[in-house]
């Protein structure tokens, strides 16, 4: 048999023939300017990149910040412009040969990260907290990544007054895949999207200034418990690819209803398969609880948040949880809505576990950071309440309670960093006794952030688990809602610890310095402030925005 005859056989077993009319050929058809968020971010992370090999090194800090401030300002503009254009509500559709969902939760989460973002890149940017190095300005990050620490190379670094500035461009492309998450409308973008924003936070927890070792500990933990998920994620894929034969959202959730009426003679028998399916979507759901925190995939938590740098702890806290759980409300309220009845037990036990656990292993902590970690635990099981709703209410709460949740986290971090001693960071709580004494505005402030965290009435806390509980105890998971009641109790115990410790202990004569910061991590600081109490004070103007943005297109 000659090499034409085999080509011809394979072509024709493929069920196409080997003169292909040309005009089958379409181009794909790609809607730029409702991506242009993304591509605005992407594009300046790329500049960022030409900037670290070609802009001289005196000149490079400048300029990554510059850039990276004006991509994001731009990137939020462009949000409130499709906003505006009525993509969140009338014209919400699905982009991009049907990866990309453009609709009201889409455009309202992408909003939240890019102003967290834009907020937590003012602490990446600050140079004063450290005394000068050497006559130069020192920041949170290394001086020379790839150096040893205690290395020759690495202290002639920080002798030339070497930054890395290669951390501005990281974050951008970490914002980028964000930005894709909570969009993806198909099961491979979602894995892409995890895979370019996760990639560059394992890079940022590896290079803090100080306590080096520390730092790629946690870097190491996050990228092998992160690889771990990823691998869940994309088994999970693959097993509901068997099952509905596609990768979109639509098709795979019309399979499970049993509303498709074409099938392909391939799939007839993995269609009925309904352990593929099972299997395949609680694999999913495990690579996104990993995400968010949820117990028991929360083990990576405490140890990176510790370890990393702080302003890159108080950017992973906050943006990544807010783009995790919208992909986690897309694949429940668009994908699997059909198998709420399985999905449903499951995510109660979840919640409750991850309230209960966070909130009483909160209490023995004696680093602050770490007692923060445990915090976000618990913040995503009250979370999770919402989430369990399975109502418009439990969606627009969910994305309430994400944007009130992101600024207190970062303004709460931004106020971490402040507080040194000759070692950087203080972070044991010993050290913060008496810090009301010693610096009274500081800790008022922290003060704030705490009491918003516990839920205490006028703060924006107290008004998103008001909104959440309320949402799952309308969508009949009363239960939830005494379990949160009581793990919120259980927290603000740790949280007014804290704050009698600041207020009511006397200051030790070796005890930490208060930093004086720039007006970077000032405005990130003020605007945290800012947003807790206006969302505490007034709002019900911003629970109506989240309503109007809280319906998925399908």
Known sequence: MSATDVHSLWTMAGGVTSAVPAEKFKAPVIEYAQLTPVLIVIGVAVVGVLVEAFVPRRARYYTQVFLTVVALAAAFAAVIGLAAGGYGTTKAHIAAMGAIAIDGPTLFLQGTILLT?????????????????????????????????????????VRAGFT??????????????????????????????????????????????????????AAVKYFLLGAFSSAFLLFGIALLYGYAGSLSYATVANVVDGSVTRIAPALADTMGND?????????????????????????????VYQGAPTPVTGFMAAATKVAAFGALLRLLYVVLPGLAWDWRPV???????????????????????????????????????????????????????????SFVTVGAFAVVTLVRDAGGEA?????????????????????????????????SGFSGKFA??????????????VVGVISSAIAAFFYIRVIVLMFFSEPKADGPTVAVPSPLTMTTIAVGVAVTLVLGLAPQYFLDLASQAGVFVR
């Open 117 to 157: 973002s834009l907020v937590a890149v003012f602490t990446f940017a600050e140079r004063r907290l450290d005394p000068a190095a050497h006559g130069n300005h020192v920041d949170s990050f290394a001086a020379q990544a790839a150096s040893v620490p205690g290395s020759d190379s690495e202290k002639a670094a």
């Open 164 to 217: 890395t500035t290669e951390v501005f461009p990281l974050v951008l492309f970490s914002v980028a895949g964000m930005l894709v998450f909570p969009a993806a409308n198909d099961l491979l973008t979602l894995f892409v999207a995890l895979e370019v924003f996760s990639l560059p936070l394992y890079l940022l927890c590896a290079v803090a200034r100080r306590k080096r070792l520390m730092s790629q500990e």
């Open 275 to 303: 352990a593929l399916l099972l299997i395949g979507g609680a694999m999913i759901l495990t690579g996104l609880l990993f995400k968010v925190g949820a117990v028991p995939f929360h083990m990576w938590t405490p140890d």
């Open 347 to 405: 995510m109660w036990a979840v919640a409750i576990v991850t309230m209960l656990g966070g909130a009483i292993v909160a209490i023995t902590q004696t680093d602050i950071k770490r007692l923060l970690a445990y915090s976000s635990i618990a913040h995503a099981g009250f979370i999770l309440a919402g989430v369990i709703a399975t109502t418009p209410e439990g969606i627009s709460s969910v994305l309430f309670y994400l944007g009130a949740y």
């Open 427 to 459: 972070t044991h709580l010993s050290k913060w006794a008496g810090l009301g004494q010693r610096s009274p505005l500081v800790a008022a402030v922290f003060a704030v952030f705490l009491l918003a965290f516990a839920g205490i009435p006028l703060t």
């Open 468 to 481: 959440v509980f309320k949402a799952a105890a309308d969508g009949g998971a009363g239960g939830l809602v």
